[in-house]
């Protein structure tokens, strides 16, 4: 392939990834308008399943077959996925418990960009280029500069949970990447990844999941949060990562705490500070410096089993 359709095919792929991270970043502004009295990990399981079953209906209409099913159940990276989407829902949560929704949020997205980068490294042969490290360092450093006072880093297991969902999130990308390349479909991968993850994560909430009110708001947001923010923007995100390694696919990633600083702003009138301004463009900065670049990186074509298409 020409070095200007390596160029054109990263760009195509990283503006995929940046559309989907960006919807996903729309979910707390709409949790936020229609707050209601859920516990969190009850809403990590319900946008779950509803993501799954949504990527799991769609899966047909954008060529995906239904005998694919089952035989996603043998493959080791749909459970890697399954367990890491899962696991994140539980750990990011702990994690705001003890340590707040900006220190929560700062180290788990911290982490995903590093840990998914090192493990796609030694993995997958897909070695970052200077200009990840670069833009990743800028964009980690907006998080930081924008997260300054509302800081707390006084609980170590809080800290701990935050690593181990962000770095889950690593592993998740890394496993959807070599599960791509096998040939897998990029509905019917995140839909049975997260079928399986909330199977898993409904032991956990079954109590509280059985006390919930389900009211036509509830629903609603419900309906929104599984299948939009987390069905269709993990899809387009999946669509992306065709043409983009794991690293820069994860710092694409920080494109959601931008979307929901923006949206705080013009949708929910929070107060504009500076800290917040430099920080978000810091972030900007570094996503601008990584999409121009993406086509830099040209990964080795290197996959471990194939997906059958009947």
Not at 236 to 261: E, F, K, N
């Given at each position: 392939?020409s070095?200007?359709?390596t160029?054109?095919?990263?760009g195509?792929?990283?503006?995929?990834?940046?559309?989907?991270n960006?919807?996903a970043g729309t979910?707390?502004?709409?949790?936020a308008i229609?707050?209601i009295?859920?516990?969190?990990?009850v809403?990590g399981?319900?946008?779950?399943f509803i993501?799954?079953?949504?990527?799991?209906?769609l899966?047909?209409?954008?060529?995906g077959?239904l005998?694919?099913?089952?035989?996603?159940?043998?493959r080791?990276?749909?459970?890697?996925?399954?367990?890491?989407?899962?696991?994140?829902?539980v750990?990011?949560?702990?994690?705001v418990?003890?340590?707040?929704?900006?220190?929560?949020a700062?180290i788990?997205?911290?982490?995903?960009?590093v840990?998914?980068?090192?493990?796609?490294?030694?993995?997958?042969?897909?070695r970052?280029s200077?200009?990840?490290?670069i833009s990743?360092?800028?964009?980690?450093s907006?998080?930081?500069?924008?997260?300054?006072?509302?800081?707390?880093?006084?609980d170590a297991t809080?800290?701990i949970?935050?690593?181990i969902?962000?770095?889950g999130i690593?592993?998740?990308?890394?496993?959807?990447k070599?599960e791509?390349?096998?040939g897998?479909?990029?509905?019917?991968?995140p839909?049975?990844a997260?079928?399986l993850?909330?199977?898993?994560?409904f032991f956990v909430?079954?109590?509280?999941?059985?006390?919930?009110e389900w009211?036509?708001?509830?629903?609603?947001l419900?309906?929104?949060?599984?299948a939009?923010?987390m069905?269709?923007?993990?899809?387009?995100?999946?669509?992306?990562?065709?043409?983009i390694s794991?690293?820069?696919?994860s710092?694409?990633?920080?494109?959601?705490p931008?979307?929901?600083?923006?949206?705080?702003?013009?949708?929910?009138?929070?107060a504009?500070?500076?800290?917040?301004?430099v920080g978000?463009?810091l972030?900007?900065?570094?996503l601008?410096?990584?999409?121009?670049?993406?086509?830099?990186?040209?990964?080795?074509?290197k996959?471990?089993?194939?997906?059958?298409s009947?």
């Amino acid at each position: 392939m020409s070095d200007s359709k390596t160029n054109k095919h990263a760009g195509r792929s990283v503006g995929l990834s940046l559309l989907g991270n960006g919807l996903a970043g729309t979910a707390g502004t709409v949790a936020a308008i229609y707050a209601i009295n859920t516990p969190s990990p009850v809403i990590g399981f319900v946008r779950l399943f509803i993501g799954a079953i949504t990527l799991l209906i769609l899966a047909p209409f954008l060529g995906g077959k239904l005998s694919q099913l089952p035989r996603l159940i043998t493959r080791p990276g749909v459970w890697i996925m399954g367990a890491s989407s899962a696991s994140y829902q539980v750990f990011f949560f702990a994690s705001v418990d003890r340590t707040g929704v900006a220190t929560a949020a700062l180290i788990t997205v911290g982490c995903i960009p590093v840990s998914a980068g090192i493990v796609g490294w030694i993995f997958l042969r897909e070695r970052p280029s200077r200009i990840w490290y670069i833009s990743t360092a800028i964009a980690i450093s907006g998080l930081v500069v924008a997260s300054l006072g509302e800081l707390q880093t006084n609980d170590a297991t809080g800290l701990i949970f935050a690593v181990i969902a962000g770095s889950g999130i690593g592993a998740y990308i890394n496993a959807a990447k070599i599960e791509v390349r096998a040939g897998g479909h990029s509905s019917q991968l995140p839909g049975m990844a997260f079928l399986l993850g909330s199977i898993g994560l409904f032991f956990v909430v079954r109590s509280d999941l059985l006390q919930m009110e389900w009211t036509t708001q509830t629903i609603l947001l419900a309906v929104y949060l599984g299948a939009v923010t987390m069905g269709i923007a993990n899809g387009i995100q999946m669509l992306g990562l065709r043409g983009i390694s794991p690293g820069v696919a994860s710092t694409m990633m920080l494109a959601d705490p931008v979307t929901a600083a923006v949206l705080g702003v013009v949708v929910l009138g929070e107060a504009v500070t500076l800290n917040g301004t430099v920080g978000l463009i810091l972030v900007v900065i570094g996503l601008a410096m990584q999409s121009f670049s993406a086509g830099e990186e040209t990964p080795k074509r290197k996959s471990t089993g194939r997906h059958r298409s009947s």
